[in-house]
């Protein structure tokens, strides 16, 4: 079955051809950084008026090079119907649901963060199931065991901030400019090990939570203390909050592996880009004999080749939505059931 996905949850317009014999056969992503850098975040109404100027090229791009031709070559569309900022979705969903319907085929909403869940299913040597999976981005740190597409039982979960949130608003405090996780990550590496020491929240007590709200504080209060700060303390500081929360990620993901007695760890969103991330995780893992999976890092941010991936399991198993137009703010992962299952 070959299906077109399209992803407009936040600030990345994104679409892709997926053939479920022949794998990937072309994606495209759009990031409206640009846009939103001047404000230091992303405006949600601008997000949406983005997406609806950058998806439907973007989806005849990746449909010419994917060599396919509306309804004669699509057998059916998903798109993500959440969670997210609800204009932005609404965007692709409309998009998709007008495609769907002037193409006879079968259209499907697919949350986000199965798609996150799902995206190493697109490497050469995918995870295979059960397994732990630490999703951890922007906006969601999550420890979930994944029995299966579907099966998704959730182990904890941040209390506050998640750990892009905690590299974001740092990078902030920092004067670093948006989007500040990335920049952190980068001048992190120039840091001296040890200026700063930060602590790793709640791993002084048994449990699978996150809490990384206190982190920014401890930030705030670092930088407050000097009168003026200097690229090398930037720098120091950077490290020292990197080193926090890298440590408390891989200490409870190797717990919640110890909790459910699996072998198998599969770490995805946009943190798991971070190099420090994987180096750490990835060696925490190879003492354990855990192996430990990550998405290329195209795939790690907003992307619709994951979306491809998990609405092609749900289209192929003969799941579709009704015509209407179906957007969530908020859908909790939880609630998803195995394709087929309703």
């Not at 002084?204 to 709200?213: I, K, N, V």
């Not at 198998?264 to 180096?279: D, I, P, Q, T």
């Not at 990550?294 to 619709?304: S, V």
Request: with cysteine; proline share 6%.
């Amino acid at each position: 079955m070959r299906i077109l996905a399209l992803e407009s949850s936040c600030d990345e317009s994104a679409a892709a051809v997926f053939d479920g014999e022949r794998g990937l056969l072309a994606h495209e992503v759009f990031s409206q950084v640009d846009l939103h850098q001047i404000y230091g975040g992303v405006v949600p109404e601008l997000a949406s008026r983005d997406h609806v100027q950058r998806l439907l090229p973007i989806v005849e791009r990746v449909l010419e090079r994917a060599g396919c031709f509306g309804a004669s070559n699509v057998e059916g569309i998903a798109y993500t119907a959440g969670p997210g900022l609800i204009g932005a979705l609404l965007t692709g969903a409309a998009l998709a649901r007008s495609l769907a319907s002037a193409w006879g085929v079968p259209s499907i909403g697919v949350h986000h963060l199965e798609g996150h869940l799902l995206a190493p299913l697109l490497e050469p040597d995918p995870p295979q199931f059960p397994h732990v999976a630490l999703l951890v981005s922007g906006g969601h740190t999550m420890l979930i065991e994944c029995g299966g597409i579907g099966e998704y039982t959730l182990l904890g979960e941040t209390r506050d901030d998640a750990a892009g949130e905690a590299f974001d608003k740092s990078a902030k405090l920092l004067g670093l400019s948006y989007p500040g996780g990335p920049q952190l990550a980068r001048i992190a590496e120039q840091g001296v090990p040890g200026r700063y020491e930060f602590p790793r929240p709640m791993l002084d007590r048994p449990g699978l939570e996150f809490s990384f709200s206190g982190l920014k504080t401890a930030v705030l209060h670092a930088v407050r203390a000097r009168s003026t700060l200097s690229e090398q303390d930037r720098a120091d500081v950077a490290h020292g909050l990197q080193e926090a929360v890298v440590d408390t990620l891989v200490v409870k993901s190797m717990r919640a592996l110890d909790e459910t007695n699996l072998d198998v760890l599969v770490v995805s969103g946009g943190v798991s880009a971070n190099r420090r991330l994987r180096e750490k995780m990835s060696v925490a893992a190879s003492q354990r004999g855990v192996r430990v999976y990550y998405p290329r890092l195209e795939f790690c941010t907003d992307n619709a080749a994951m979306i491809a991936v998990a609405g092609h399991a749900r289209l192929a198993a003969g799941e579709h939505d009704s015509p209407a137009i179906r957007a969530r703010a908020q859908w909790p992962l939880a609630s998803l059931r195995p394709p087929g299952i309703l």
